[in-house]
């Protein structure tokens, strides 16, 4: 019998435990005065965005104080205000955040994409995926291999990773990436946990794999460290102790990013015999 159904409706009423016994609740404009350690990026109707902080808010208006001198806008004319700590900026240049901190450079850290935002991503030109944030806590996928020898049998996948207890410089998720070919369904069933920011950190991680109904009895560890080295650069490691494998699988390499592309470059090697520098690794991302 085929588990995936049962095992994704488990996910899904997990999350829901979840969501339902932790308050979201918070201001959709976050509209407030700027506190101690941190900046505001202010985004008005039309598409500008101003840095700077909220000083005072009366009925119709905000004073924005900015380097460059103190604005008068009008509360109807904003979008949105984003508090973004001190610790983001570098002199006086801002670095956005690496919109990709929910994966390594495939396998899963703790950290899930937030509610509505999601990507898509392509490795080697032949693996085609998407994921999406359904909920803050709740981030779901699938995708295809598109292999020109497996024309009437393509495999597919379909993931589901969910965030559990609080979040904060330690997350922990747990979740199932199932994958379907040839009328036989197998995967891995995964926890991470992910210590530090997104900017600087590592993700501990443990899954037992599964063919059919059969669950493996040793566990494949992952153990994967991302720090950033510039404002568009990341230096990711990637690692694998799998089972029945003498050596470990590493990888290394770097992630240049925007808000809405990443590249990621990184070689692959078996620790027991390296060679230099190791298989390629290349993957692109849209991230939406």
Do not use: C
């Not at 700077?52 to 119709?60: F, V």
């Not at 330690?170 to 530090?196: D, H, P």
């Not at 990013?257 to 990443?262: D, N, P, S, T």
């Amino acid at each position: 019998m085929n588990r995936l159904p049962a095992l994704f409706s488990f996910l899904f009423a997990l999350n829901f435990v979840f969501e339902t016994s932790t308050s979201f609740a918070q201001d959709a404009d976050n509209i407030r005065v700027n506190q101690e350690g941190q900046m505001q990026i202010l985004t008005t109707k039309s598409g500008s965005e101003i840095i700077g902080r909220i000083t005072a808010i009366d009925d119709e208006n905000i004073t924005f104080t900015t380097n460059v001198g103190v604005l008068i806008i009008k509360v109807v004319q904003i979008k949105s205000v984003q508090a973004v700590p001190l610790s983001a900026f570098h002199g006086d240049v801002y670095w956005a955040p690496d919109y990709n901190i929910s994966r390594n450079y495939f396998g899963p850290t703790g950290i899930n994409l937030k509610a509505g935002t999601g990507y898509y991503q392509n490795i080697y030109l032949l693996f085609n995926g998407f994921s999406y944030g359904l909920t803050d806590r709740l981030t779901i996928g699938a995708g295809t291999f598109l292999l020109p020898w497996a024309i009437d049998g393509q495999p597919y996948f379909m993931t589901a990773k969910i965030g559990i207890g609080p979040t904060g410089k330690e997350t922990f998720a747990v979740g199932a990436l199932a994958f379907a070919a040839a009328g036989k369904s197998f995967g891995i069933l995964f926890g991470a946990a992910t210590i530090g920011s997104g900017d600087r950190n590592l993700t501990l991680g443990i899954g037992y794999g599964y063919s059919n109904s059969v669950l493996a009895e040793t566990p494949t560890v992952m153990v994967a460290f991302q720090r950033r080295v510039s404002r568009r650069m990341k230096f990711i490691s990637e690692n694998y102790i799998l089972p029945g494998v003498d050596g470990a699988l590493v990888s290394y390499g770097f992630r240049f990013f925007g808000e809405k592309l990443a590249f990621d470059l990184a070689f692959i090697n078996i620790a027991s015999e390296p060679f230099w520098p190791g298989v390629p690794y290349v993957d692109f991302v849209f991230n939406f």
